[in-house]
């Protein structure tokens, strides 16, 4: 049984480190999730963009102030590609 002095709020010293590195660890794959969803997110924003800029006809386009080439050049890049 441990003594009062090793005890914080009922809790060990050990045991309190190890609550402190399970929230870093947690903070920690929180940031990473975000940023996974926030990248996946723009891909499929800029992909979906893309496909309608490439369903535009020259009409459309000349008023945006773009060519078909403009268009050939933007709808070519890779999805991670802004």
Known sequence: MPNRIDTIS???????AAISALRQ?????????????TAL???????????MLAGLDDRM???????????????RKRFWQE
């Open 10 to 16: 009922g809790f060990s010293c050990l045991e309190s």
């Open 61 to 75: 386009l000349k008023d945006l102030g773009l060519n078909r080439c403009d268009v050939e050049l933007e709808i």
């Open 25 to 37: 660890g947690l903070r920690f794959l929180d940031r990473v999730a975000t940023a996974f969803l």
């Open 41 to 51: 997110y723009e891909s499929r924003r800029r992909q979906a963009e893309r496909h």
